[in-house]
């Protein structure tokens, strides 16, 4: 096996039990290996300190599967891991009624670069680094064993994988497609997950907990949720007893999806539901000429700083739609608002939000803090993983 040595001194986030090595820690590869390669980590001292995925054409030049040098990286490793992160889910009593929920989450769940989402019976595989690229069978074979599911299907499209030289791949890895298309009931409300072409996997598990507190909070509220996809947020707040619910996305599709999954739900009171496709920047101007107030507001935009190299345009789109929020909502109304930017720190996000308010000529308070639900844990040494962080405010 070949030896990653580090530079002296650049073993201390490894001591912490963070699991990426950036090339600027290495010293030199001694042997060969080949991307997704096993290598054993060597302190400067000669120290053996980890074992972990090779990736030479990425900037974090490995990713560590171990922190004991010892333990030995094969099949039995990837059930034991995954075994493990499907067990805990299992041992979760607010998840075990969950069709929809993440059983492997990357790193925090010590598998770095892989993610595993399940909707039904059907398993969503996303590898995103050489490492779990190139151990897919025996993660395939890990999942199946750990969880009986009989389907498992590819999406390893995320632009992420192009950092580490790896092409896009999809396709079902094990079992049919299914007949019907597929759907998984969350918080009670039916929706359909398009693991083909959808977000992500097919849908944003991660807002879970965040549409049943919107679901909570919509009673009697006109709420305008913004950038809302297929709807999680917008049926959520019907169920609610929200006393009317605009929807605004600029995907057509997307839009088309929304509605079906209303269609879906028949208790819900679609006539209460407006939906609109449209740029929300343009759309919240318009609305707010048109003298429109909303009593909930929820902004949810896609990633606009994938990583901190693009933090500062993307503080400029959030700081403007987050004014135009809080400039259509009513006396006492609540603005929900998220960023799921990875290069936007959450201190930075509240002074954003803050700066935001001021500009809108608000004043407003913080009621609640809001997080990724429990299958999507961050790892404690791991706080890239706390990608997605809300917001809920209250304005004067
Ligand atoms: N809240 C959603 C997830 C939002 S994903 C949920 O709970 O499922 C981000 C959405 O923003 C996508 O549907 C995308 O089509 C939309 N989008 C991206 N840029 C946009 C823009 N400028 N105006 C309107 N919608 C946009």
Known sequence: MAQLLLLPGRDRTLARRHPWIFAAAVDRLCGRARPGDTVEVVAANGRPLAKAAWSPESKIRARVWTFDPDETVDDAFFKRRVQCAVERRRLTPELRAEQGLRLVHGES????????????????????????????????????????????????????????????????????????????????????????????????????????????????????????????????????????????????????????????????????????????????????????????????PPKFAPSAAHAERAARAYRDINVLGFRLLSPGGLLMTYSCSGGIRSEHFQEIVADAAICAGREARILRRLVAPVDHPVGLNFAEGEYLKGLLCQAD
């Open 109 to 300: 769940d010590g598998l770095p670069g892989l993610i595993a989402d399940r909707y039904d019976d059907t398993i969503v595989l996303q590898l995103t680094a050489t490492g779990p690229e190139k151990w897919r069978p025996a993660i395939v074979r890990a999942l199946q064993r750990a969880t009986g599911c009989a389907r498992i299907y590819e999406r390893s499209d995320s632009d992420v994988r192009r950092l580490e030289g790896l092409l896009p791949v999809s396709g079902w890895l094990l079992g049919e497609p299914p007949q019907a298309p597929l759907t998984i009931v969350e918080n009670g409300v039916r929706m359909k997950v398009d693991i083909v072409a959808g977000h992500k996997t097919g849908f944003y598990l991660d807002q879970r907990d965040n549409r049943l507190l919107t679901r909570m909070l919509a009673a009697g509220r006109a709420t305008l949720n913004c950038f809302c996809y297929t709807g999680g947020f917008s049926l959520q707040a019907l169920a609610g007893g929200a006393s009317h619910v605009l929807s605004v996305d600029s995907s057509g599709p997307a839009l088309a999806t929304a509605i079906d999954n209303l269609a879906l739900n028949p208790e819900l009171a679609a006539s209460r539901a407006e939906w609109r496709e449209a740029d929300v920047f343009n759309e919240l101007r318009l609305l707010r000429t048109a003298g429109q107030r909303f009593d909930l507001v929820i902004l949810d």
